[in-house]
């Protein structure tokens, strides 16, 4: 057993005290009594609240079923708002994003901006109080909440959790809740919310059996790689030159994955933290890569790629060029949920 299991094990007991904190929690927004006492409010929004969340800690592929629903329901004609809280960004408070400035807006609601232009993005760490603006000062049809599952401050009318084969990992200690394993719920509790979508990604095969009635399966499909200019390369383009990855995201093995199902090698994948914001060192560090493997193309993820969108002429001027692997989420059954979505639009 490593010494980051020992440490788990040693976090056990804090890990009870969370688990009855949820419970105190709930129950304290489910008592009127109590919500009276406490001052503890339940908004309400005129505005149907699609919320996707998960109930694991670490990258399930949130932004991807955002973007991939909300491209469809813009499709259709509707009226987006999506809110997310921003993790990571040096802001406070609520504001439209409305620049690809990921140190003020964060990583993940630029990734959304970028790839939805027709739809509003926004940024709050309060949530509720970010929806009743939303309410006020907004004409949408629906609201699509990046994260909130486990935020009971707000109604939603649609809760979405996302599992991925982690969700079934057989390391017993990953299995309790928060701190010393990975769980922020219990399970069972993907058994309260209305979908459950299990997202292979890259996987050959998702799970043998389906979990209930409202499960329904995503995977990732590749498209292209693209640079800051648009040009565009395809997997056997790029298989034809020397290139290096890197990535910062929570789950590296997906983008691993990925030059797997492509049957490509990059001569070598350096990895950052997850939402890691790239420094002047980090840049160097990179060049240096280059210059050792003998390379002059770097491929890396989407969400890195708007997190160095600061280093564009550093890059010209090293000779290197930077692509992005553009992915994209394919929900099976799509259009049954996108029915489930439509049936909450108020007139």
Excluded at 152 to 169: A, E, G, P, T
Excluded at 221 to 235: H, T
Excluded at 258 to 273: G, M, N
Aim: hydrophobic residues 40%; aromatic residues 14%.
């Amino acid at each position: 057993m490593n010494k980051i299991n020992y440490l788990r094990i040693f976090l056990l007991p804090f890990s009870f005290v969370y688990f009855l904190a949820i419970k105190i929690k709930e129950f304290a927004y489910h008592s009127n009594f109590i919500k009276r006492i406490l001052g503890l409010n339940i908004y309400y929004s005129r505005i149907p609240v699609i919320c996707i969340g998960n109930i694991r800690v670490g990258g399930t592929g949130k932004s991807q079923i955002v973007l991939e629903l909300a491209k469809k329901l813009l499709e259709k004609g509707n009226r987006i708002a999506i809110l997310s809280r921003g993790y990571r960004r040096k802001s406070k408070g609520f504001f439209e994003v409305v620049s690809f400035d990921t140190e003020k807006n964060g990583d993940e609601p630029v990734l959304l901006k970028k790839n939805l232009p027709n739809a509003k993005v926004f940024v709050s760490e309060d949530r509720a109080m970010a929806l009743q603006k939303i309410d006020e000062n907004g004409n949408f049809d629906f609201i699509l909440l990046d994260d909130g599952l486990q935020n009971l401050s707000f109604h939603k009318d649609m809760k979405i959790v996302l599992i991925d084969k982690n969700f079934y990992s057989k390391n017993l200690i990953e299995r309790f809740l928060l701190p010393a394993g990975n769980l922020r719920e219990p399970k069972k509790k993907i058994f309260d919310y209305d979908f459950v979508i299990y997202n292979k990604k890259f996987e050959e095969q998702g799970i043998a059996n389906q979990l209930a009635q409202n499960f329904l399966l995503s995977e990732y499909r590749f498209e292209y790689f693209e640079d800051f200019e648009g040009n565009v390369l395809q997997s056997d383009d790029l298989n034809l030159k020397k290139f290096g990855a890197f990535c910062g995201i929570a789950q590296p093995e997906s983008f691993k994955k990925l030059f797997e199902k492509l049957q490509i090698s990059p001569l070598f994948l350096k990895i950052f933290p997850d939402h890691h914001r790239y420094g002047v060192q980090d840049f160097e560090i990179l060049i240096k890569f280059v210059e050792k493997f003998g390379c002059n193309h770097l491929v890396t993820t989407e969400k890195d790629f708007v997190r160095l969108t600061n280093f564009i002429n550093e890059f010209k001027r090293a000779g290197v060029f930077l692509y992005y692997a553009k992915i994209t989420a394919r929900i099976f059954d799509e259009e049954n949920l996108i029915q489930k979505i439509l049936c909450l639009k108020k007139e």
